[in-house]
């Protein structure tokens, strides 16, 4: 009987010694499969934090880019204005000079050939009337301008605005064009 039980005890043994092997080795195949999602899960919010940064990054890049281009911008139409100020000034004192004279007669010249008549009315400054006796025109109102004329054909039914006002104005986007490739070289 001693040799039964101590059969019985040997085997128990083996089976405890098995049992213990076996849950070695589940505990180290739990462990390594722990570390292993362990690993991914912090790879993948490092990755998705990275990914967050970088775009985040890139909001605030684009963000300053936009503000120095609107800085940019601003800054371009504070000159734009200040230029086309400065502009009207020399016109106004322009309109001072003798050769402004010229510019008169070249206008009416040119109003007569447009309004396709020689008998045409002219509206200008009440600076410039004296400019236009003996030019054999009629001269019509006077109009508040910096200078140049308004003509108008003599019934009143086509009229070309030759002012400096209005010649900047129509002109406008072809000057702003030009300043801007002068600023941009």
Avoid: W
């Avoid at 195949?29 to 985040?56: F, G, V």
């Avoid at 007569?112 to 008998?119: H, N, R, T, W």
């Amino acid at each position: 009987m001693d040799t039964f039980i101590q059969e019985i005890e040997e085997r128990k043994t083996k089976k405890i010694n098995l049992l213990d092997m076996t849950l070695a080795e589940k505990k180290a195949r739990l462990q390594h499969s722990k570390e292993s999602t362990l690993k991914e899960i912090q790879q993948h919010y490092s990755d998705e934090a990275n990914a967050k940064s970088q775009k985040e990054a890139s909001r605030i890049v684009e963000a300053a880019r936009l503000k120095a281009k609107k800085i940019l911008f601003d800054a371009i139409n504070a000159n734009m204005d200040s230029t086309l100020n400065t502009i009207r000034e020399e016109l106004k004192n322009y309109s001072k000079k003798p050769d402004y004279k010229m510019t008169i007669e070249k206008m009416i010249q040119y109003a007569k050939m447009k309004l396709g008549s020689e008998d045409i009315v002219i509206h200008c400054r009440n600076d410039d009337i004296i400019l236009l006796t003996g030019m054999n025109i009629t001269i019509g109102s006077s109009i508040q301008t910096i200078g140049g004329i308004l003509a108008e054909n003599k019934t009143g039914t086509m009229e070309l605005d030759l002012t400096f006002e209005e010649l900047l104005r129509t002109n406008e986007d072809k000057i702003q064009n030009f300043l801007l490739e002068s600023v941009m070289k």
